[in-house]
């Protein structure tokens, strides 16, 4: 991570786009930013905890950052492999 800030000035917006890149990996189906914030909030809705696809469009246009618990489960959808990225500081 101390490599991750000190590559940017602005650690919280590399996060940032590194979850938007990985919403795009664990949906590649998607081919619009519409179509991927419809298919990303119904995935990660549930009874309790409902996800509007206009917060993932703020996940996507770095407006906001997700919670820790949608972060989980979208690296699970990607992959694991995907952490190395924001770990060795190669977030795009």
Not at 34 to 40: I, N, R
Request: proline content about 5%; hydrophobic content about 40%; some cysteine.
């Amino acid at each position: 991570m101390e490599k991750l800030c000190r590559k940017s000035s602005k650690p919280e917006e590399t996060e940032r786009k590194w979850f938007a890149s990985l919403l795009w990996r664990a949906f590649p189906e998607a081919n619009s930013q519409e179509e991927l914030a419809d298919l990303v909030a119904e995935v990660l809705t549930t009874d309790k905890r409902p996800v509007h696809p206009k917060t993932v469009r703020n996940w996507l246009n770095l407006d906001h950052a997700p919670h820790f618990r949608y972060v989980i489960r979208v690296i699970a959808m990607a992959g694991a492999e995907s952490l190395f990225e924001i770990i060795d500081g190669e977030a795009a």
